[in-house]
């Protein structure tokens, strides 16, 4: 599965992205249930999204923290964060940006006093 890097916004100077990756799990892993059977067979025929959903925080074009999520099941993947914003996705998102700005303290402290980062929010 090839993958396309989405930039979804940009928070704090940190550009936020998604990027639809390959599930390995099987669907039947997680949809046990005899009721189950007609999604998982949408799966198989492609007709829904199943996918390990990936989000990052990047400053300059440079990941700096990354989250992940599988067994995701849309009907399609762009719904992971449009449609269900407020789900998963905004946990991801908040993960990321405080992880990156993490990063970014650590980072700056190894810099000299005179220089600074620009368009970060500290």
Known sequence: METEKILVETVDGLDIYFEEREEWASPQEHFPEKEDEELIKRIYNNDVAWFTAKVSACFDGIELSADYLGACCYD???????????????DMRKEVIESAKKVIKKMAALLPDELEIKNIKR
């Open 76 to 90: 399609e993947a762009s719904d992971f964060y449009k449609k269900y914003k407020s789900d998963y996705y905004s």
